[in-house]
């Protein structure tokens, strides 16, 4: 589920940010931007508005994969069911026993 789109230049980050959300369709998915001014990175999340936006990293860095966090096998978030993590994947288990077991 990598992002596969062509690179395309524009004169300005602005009419790049448009582009961007163009081409992400609001699927609210991933986004990835690479700058270093914070005025651009932060105009790109609020218009992006999805579920995960890499700042200067590769999109593996969304899921964990040099990135901060836990490694995420997948992300449904825009669904509702958040981002994987162990515990999505594991089922809590309790054993309750009442009288006639005491050992003293």
Known sequence: MMPVIPLVTVPTADQAIDLAR?????FGHTAVMHSRNL??????????NCSIFVKNGPSLAG????????C??????PTGEGLTNPISFSRERRCVLVDHFRIV
């Open 22 to 26: 163009e081409a992400e369709h609001g």
């Open 39 to 48: 005025d651009n990175l932060s105009r790109m999340a609020r218009e992006m």
């Open 63 to 70: 899921l964990g994969f040099g990135g901060e966090g836990y």
């Open 72 to 77: 995420s096998f997948s992300i449904a978030s």
